[in-house]
């Protein structure tokens, strides 16, 4: 059972980067997504510091 599942996960991955690699809309969505995701971790990076920063300059 494990077998069959790890089997059908790589085969997964590599049918997916087959498509990204050749797909050219599939691609773009990649990027778009991907920088979303970073937009979206460095403000959430950046209220974190803001915050851990704000009681300092209070006391």
Known sequence: MEKMFF???VFG????????ANS????ALVKKSQ???????????DERLNAQQ???KKA
């Open 35 to 45: 920088t979303e995701l970073l937009e979206k971790v460095d403000a959430m990076m």
């Open 24 to 27: 050219c809309k599939a691609r």
């Open 7 to 9: 089997l059908g996960l």
């Open 13 to 20: 991955l590599a049918g997916g980067a087959l498509l990204v």
């Open 54 to 56: 704000a009681p300092a």
